[in-house]
């Protein structure tokens, strides 16, 4: 056990399973931001790797922003329900520097 002025806060083992989730969910997040950061401007991104770049949910990506009328056009990926939308980068790179420097 953990204490501090006489409380306990969480055994070894609790803690270790605490910090072990905490550095995995860091790393994650980190080879995340480094994937979007390395990608070439002329690839086609998905909506996970729009939402890294903005720094927003995948959810906003999806539902909000890449319906606006500015937004980027996004490429269709096969047919039907199971269909995939695909934005190019370095439009959507464009797309968030034009809404950083609106006015």
Known sequence: ??????????????????????????????????????????????SQQCADYLKISKYTWSQVWSNRKDAPPAAVMGDGPRAKRRWNAADVMGFAEQRANRK
């Not at 399973?17 to 994650?28: D, G, I, W």
């Not at 997040?29 to 390395?38: F, I, N």
């Open 1 to 46: 056990m953990i204490q501090h002025e006489n409380t306990v806060i969480m055994s070894k083992a609790e803690l270790d399973r605490y910090l072990n989730q905490v550095a995995t969910t860091a790393a994650q997040e980190a080879v995340r931001q480094m994937t979007v950061r390395t990608s070439q401007k002329s690839e086609l991104w998905d």
